[in-house]
């Protein structure tokens, strides 16, 4: 009894970790702010529904920022400090991807951190960027930002299937490489469900034993003519996996960067793609 007990807190004790990490890094934070104010009331709420909806889907934290202004930074700096000052990002490592617009200067950003450098390499930026801007120019925001995060899904579910959104030629070798990471990361996420199930066989076990009081001598559980072993047999019970966290490179979505594509990252962690519109 006391080591079903003691197993149902540890349990309990490992779930209460996994949740506390797997919750974006600062709760409450929106998914879209328009500080510029682009949106109405009806579209802001849409697209803050569907970004959350994503982020949960995919444990990436997916963002949309507008502004009037940067406080004297540049664009893909001012985001940096908006991920920083407002504690953005998935989990403890802080996967995330965000559209960052400034109006005064007509400028965009789209600034990754975490397994946004693997899931959005600097092709898939751009190819992203080339969707929305047309209608950014002309004053659409709601269909710009909703472009943005349909593509945000759609790039998200490429990388989990290991098929990053990079540019056209990718060897074998980065292609292997990046089922690999989506491989990794999948177990990691799959790994929480099954403490889960642990946890709720060890509560029901422990339900069980409740109606059962307990007994100071053994000569309780023996029969009146003894013991009788009739049959043998072992049970599978489960099976304890470990799983190491994927590193951050250097370069990743295709395994290198160049020529033969992958993601620029600067020494923040942060990796970019910023221009007018």
């Known amino acids: 009894m006391r080591q079903i007990r003691r197993f149902a807190l540890m349990a309990a004790a490992l779930l209460m970790f996994f949740f506390l990490t797997a919750v974006p890094a ?13 949106l109405t009331q009806q579209e802001l709420q849409k697209l803050q529904e569907k970004a959350a909806e994503i ?17 004297g930074y540049g664009i893909e700096e001012y985001g940096d400090y908006i991920f920083e ?15 960052v617009i400034d109006m005064d200067s007509s400028m965009y950003d789209i600034n990754a951190y975490g397994y946004g450098n693997t899931a959005f390499t600097d092709y898939g930026k751009q190819q992203m ?15 710009a930002f909703d472009t943005f995060l349909d593509d945000c899904d759609y790039y998200l ?11 056209p030629g990718q060897t074998e070798a980065e ?18 469900t099954g403490l889960l199930s642990s946890l709720l066989v060890c509560l029901g076990l422990k339900s069980r034993m409740k109606t059962t009081g307990r007994k100071t001598t053994a000569g309780t559980y023996i029969r009146e003519h003894g013991v009788h072993m009739r049959h043998q047999a072992d049970y599978y019970h489960g099976t304890t996996r470990t799983v190491t966290p994927l590193p951050r490179n250097n370069s990743s979505g295709g395994g290198g960067g160049g020529s033969s594509g992958g993601t620029t990252i600067s020494s923040s962690g942060h990796s970019h793609h910023s221009g007018h519109f």
């Open 26 to 38: 600062k709760a409450g934070s929106a998914n879209v702010e328009d500080n510029a104010g682009l």
């Open 55 to 71: 982020s949960s889907k995919y444990e990436v934290g997916v963002y949309i920022r507008t502004f009037r202004g940067m406080e």
């Open 85 to 99: 000052r407002d504690h953005l990002g998935y989990g403890s490592d802080r996967h995330m991807i965000m559209l």
């Open 129 to 143: 960027a080339d969707d929305f801007l047309d209608d950014l120019s002309d004053g659409y925001y709601y269909e």
């Open 157 to 167: 579910t490429k990388a989990d299937e290991g098929e990053i959104i990079d540019v």
């Open 175 to 192: 292609k292997k490489a990046a089922k690999e990471a989506a491989r990794k990361r999948n177990l990691g996420i799959s790994g929480g």
